[in-house]
């Protein structure tokens, strides 16, 4: 049996596709162990895996960690740097506490399972003891032949800032400290290469043929993961549509609003999950066909789904694929762009930008997609794409084969 640990950034589209994963390796009788902000104690639990949790100001990771650009690209050196400042400082938070228990012998891990995008104590703590380490991606990777981002400035050039300059001394001096003999640059391309799970279909990745073979392009893995009890499906034979915007971009009343204007003369079913982005009675009158609630059980839904709308989220668009749905999506932010324009060239669905939304266009495009026997087509392929990727299956035998051999008649 072996142990693996989980160092994941606290936000459900990066943890919830890991839990399928942890499931099936406890089910391998491996030992799984997860650093994770406390509000993610019971989930983690349900898989059989041990919680090892840290207090977190959820507030102040939404403010600094969720980007809020509603662009194509990331351009904010400003907020680039805050999440810089806020991943340092949760470092120097959770390193002592996290190697105070992972560096007993009984506790050491066999792999390291780390998310990029997460604070460094799991990447520093592996190079420190010699600890593989595969990369947890819930969105696309990068190379030389896509990136979401512009081109980075050499560590040289970003210190000629001085308040970068000081950030890259501190790191400098943590990694010293812990006797990792980086500088920060080889440091950083090691947090972003090497072995790495990215929960997509390598055909839904930009550029997806140029990434070597120890990228492992699973599929997604949430279908297994439900947090949010039953739902039964209506019985009135009626198309059914899905409304959510996920749990860090949906304090939109307005274009809940607009969503429930666009489907009111609509012979159509459904279901808005808001998490909690709409206070009580601020949708106004809803007509009866219309159901608001703060959270439904995602997978149970698609399952009767006809179509779904979201924020362009990578893990929803593609467990509503996986359940042969159509997507329009409304991208908030570089990343969810950059999804939605993956929706329209693959033909699964739809875009509309924030800027355009109206209910005459919602119900245009709903009514377009829905009855376009291409996009129907579109889906099927990409859903085969999904079921051939593997799932935690593949992600399970990928982190496996980071394993020492275990020597002969042992």
Known sequence: MAHIAFFILPAAGHVNPTLSVARELVARGHRVSYALSENYGERVLATGAEFLPYPMDQDEFLDTMVPQQDSASYTDQQEFLNMMKWMLAMTQQ?????????????????????????FWSGHILAAKWGVPVIRSTPTYVANEHWSLHPPVDTAEEQQEDPETGELFGVVAGLLAEHGVEKGI?????????????????????????????????????????????????????????????????????????????????????????????????????????????RFVPQGAVLEHATLMINHGGTSTVLQAVSEGVPVISVPQMAELHATATRVEQLGVGAKILRKDVSPELIRETVLAVAGDEGVRAAVARLRGEIESAGGPVAAADAIEGLLAPVPAGA
């Open 185 to 293: 640059g080889e440091f950083a391309d090691d947090v972003h290469s090497g072995p790495a799970l990215v929960y997509l279909p390598r055909a839904f990745q930009y550029a997806g043929d140029t990434f070597g073979e120890e990228v492992n392009f699973v599929g997604p893995c949430t279908s297994a993961n439900s947090f949010h009890g039953d739902w039964e499906a209506p019985r009135t034979g009626r198309p059914l549509a899905l409304i959510s915007l996920g749990t860090l971009y949906n304090k939109q009343p307005s274009f809940f609003r607009a969503c429930v204007d666009a489907f009111a003369d609509l012979d159509w079913d459904v279901v808005i999950a808001h998490a909690g982005g709409v206070a009580e009675g601020e949708l106004g009158e809803v007509p009866d066909h219309i159901r608001v609630h």
């Open 94 to 118: 959770t390193l002592p506490s996290f190697e105070a228990h992972f560096g007993t012998p009984e506790n050491r891990p066999d792999v390291f399972v780390c998310d990029p995008s997460s």
